[in-house]
């Protein structure tokens, strides 16, 4: 059975690559280059075959999904918005683009179908749940497992959330440069927000990566769900709330970055209070999708790289 293959691993903000994060990534590698090299290899007799080890003129083969690797279940919120869903579709369409053999599918945790609970009912075998949230919060720490919890015929593996990481940043980067803003003074990473302690701390983290991305640009990040006029000391800022901090001190067209995975409410709402450049949600940036693989390999390489082999088994956040 032929494995499906990771992508290389992405280039670091310096131009350094970055290393593989487990042996099956490496071995991988090796194969997919070994491969390369036996398929030009000619046998007496034959008929020349192409890169792809057929003949020239044979029809391409269509891959079913491999059912060596477990599927990649793509959590992603859902929204009123009929953008959001068509964003989320596309994103999972440069996955498997991505990585071809790979079964992706799609759950949402509420507001459009299918939901999750439905998604995990239709699947057997393996599963590694991957959330298309950017921080973690209620729906990563509580909702997804119990979702999880309640699919005992699978094994699950549920994977981090996206953010914080660089590639994270990557996206939001260029994604401000669509926008127009490719030098900002500073920058609003407008988030939805989380009562976890937790979401704030990773968002905090994705602002700092940014700015780093940014040459040291200031990068305050907000939250569409804070109370538009603050609250006590500690109290994370809203989004105009954090525009007037940056007005202060002297910025008065800041632009604003888009941490949403997806069209929606809080992603309208915020756009709609930038003074100047407002970023477009991540949507299907490739960045985007290479850490969503990121995330999934993770997944499987903790714990000796496999899924436990028994339905119903522990669910293993990593």
């Known amino acids: 059975m032929q494995a499906s ?15 593989f994060d487990s042996t099956a990534q490496l071995m991988t590698e090796i194969s997919i280059q070994l491969g390369d090299r036996l398929s030009r290899v000619r046998l007496r007799g034959l008929p020349p075959r192409s890169r792809a080890g057929r003949p020239p003129d044979a029809p391409r083969p269509v891959r079913p999904p491999d059912a060596a690797h477990p599927t990649l279940v793509a ?23 991505l990585r071809p053999g790979l079964a992706v599918r799609l759950g949402h945790i509420e507001l459009n179908a299918p939901l999750l609970p439905d998604t995990l009912a239709e699947l057997d075998g393996q599963a590694v749940a991957v959330p298309l949230l950017l921080a973690r919060g209620l729906h990563a720490d509580h909702d997804i497992p119990a979702a999880l919890a309640d699919a005992p015929h699978l094994a699950t593996r549920l994977a981090r959330p996206l953010g914080p990481h660089p590639l994270l940043a990557e996206a939001l980067h260029a994604r401000l440069e669509e926008a127009g803003a490719r030098r900002p003074s500073a920058v609003v990473l407008a988030a939805a927000g989380s009562r976890a302690p937790e979401s704030a701390a990773d968002t905090a983290r994705t602002a700092r990566l940014l700015s780093e991305r940014l040459g040291g640009v200031p990068v305050l990040p907000a939250y569409a769900s804070a109370p538009a006029d603050g609250g006590p000391p500690g109290t994370p800022l809203s989004v105009p709330a954090a525009l007037r901090v940056l007005a202060a001190r002297g910025h008065r067209r800041p632009a604003l970055a888009s941490c949403f995975t997806a069209p929606g409410r809080f992603a309208a709402q915020c756009a709609a209070a930038a003074p100047g450049p407002a970023a477009a949600p991540l949507g299907d940036h490739p960045a985007l999708a290479r850490l969503v693989l990121h995330r999934y390999d993770q997944a499987l390489a903790a714990r000796g790289g ?13």
Do not use: K
């Open 306 to 318: 496999c899924v436990q082999d028994t339905p119903g088994a522990a669910t293993v956040t990593v």
């Open 75 to 97: 959590v992603a919120h859902g929204s009123r918005d009929p953008a959001a869903l068509r964003t989320v579709t596309a994103l999972l369409d440069r996955i498997r683009e």
């Open 5 to 19: 293959t990771p992508p290389p691993p992405p280039a670091a903000p310096s131009g350094t690559a970055v290393p």
